[in-house]
């Protein structure tokens, strides 16, 4: 079920299973954690151990990069397709939705949630969002107890990456929800403040070179994608 790159283990599920395991373990009381796993964060973990570890401890690291997708190819894994982050969120709030389960959104600058929170209902009409805070609420008290009473089956965060994932295992002991997943800039694109790359360029795997010409500066992160690769199937 898991590939592993570097030491940072991949699933190698598709939307349509992790989606149908997610409502299962909603069923059996289960607490499951998902993480959206790209080259920059494998090449990050190499330096820091505490990251590697809590990349593991995800129950789904799903596939969010192409240069994945590449070393699985050469090293004869079996993951083609990405399953990105915010794809998998969309997956999610529509099994939610036909399921019946609701939905908590926490994270991004104040009002994005509430915003997103709006499409998504206009998407999924009578999706069941129970509740929204934003991500710069100091008060951890607060936080836990608004999460609690609303009371939610899956919780979307979208804090960042890493601050996410470690807000994410600090807490799911404590709180109501039994999904969590870590979305990033998630509530930013759904509400329409930040244009993700054409579809073209997503169905081709080309997203990086979209955003390579958005934002040229970006070009030395870039590199880390062909350094991954070259570690990976060396190893
Ligand atoms: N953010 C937040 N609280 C913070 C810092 C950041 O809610 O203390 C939000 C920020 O507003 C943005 C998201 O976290 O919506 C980070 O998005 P980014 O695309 O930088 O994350 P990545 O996908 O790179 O992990």
């Not at 990069?65 to 190819?73: E, L, N």
């Not at 939905?103 to 509740?131: M, N, S, T």
Request: aromatic content about 8%.
């Amino acid at each position: 079920m898991k590939e592993n790159f570097l030491g940072v283990d991949v699933c190698n599920q598709t939307y349509e299973q992790i989606t149908s395991s997610l409502m299962n373990d909603i069923e059996k009381n289960k607490k499951s954690f998902i993480v959206a796993i790209n080259p920059e964060k494998i090449m990050k973990a190499q330096e820091d151990v505490s990251l590697k570890e809590l990349l593991n401890k995800a129950d789904y690291q799903i596939p969010d990069g192409i240069g994945v997708i590449i070393a699985s190819m050469l090293k004869g894994g079996k993951i083609r397709k990405r399953v990105t982050g915010i794809d998998m969120m969309l997956a999610l709030c529509d099994a939610a939705w036909k399921n019946r389960k609701t939905i908590f959104l926490y994270g991004a600058k104040p009002g994005r949630a509430d915003e997103a929170k709006q499409k998504l209902e206009e998407r999924f009409p009578g999706l069941q969002i129970v509740g929204t805070l934003d991500g710069y609420v100091k008060d951890d008290a607060l936080i836990r107890q608004t999460i609690n009473d609303a009371n939610p089956d899956i919780i979307f965060v979208a804090k960042g990456s890493p601050t996410q994932e470690y807000w994410i295992v600090d807490h799911m002991h404590q709180l109501a929800p039994k999904v969590y997943q870590g979305v990033g800039g998630s509530f930013d694109v759904i509400s329409g403040h930040i244009k993700r790359a054409p579809a073209g360029f997503q169905r081709l795997g080309l997203e990086w070179f979209y955003r390579l010409m958005k934002e040229p500066w970006r070009w030395k992160r870039q590199l880390l994608l062909p350094k991954f690769i070259l570690k990976a199937i060396k190893k």
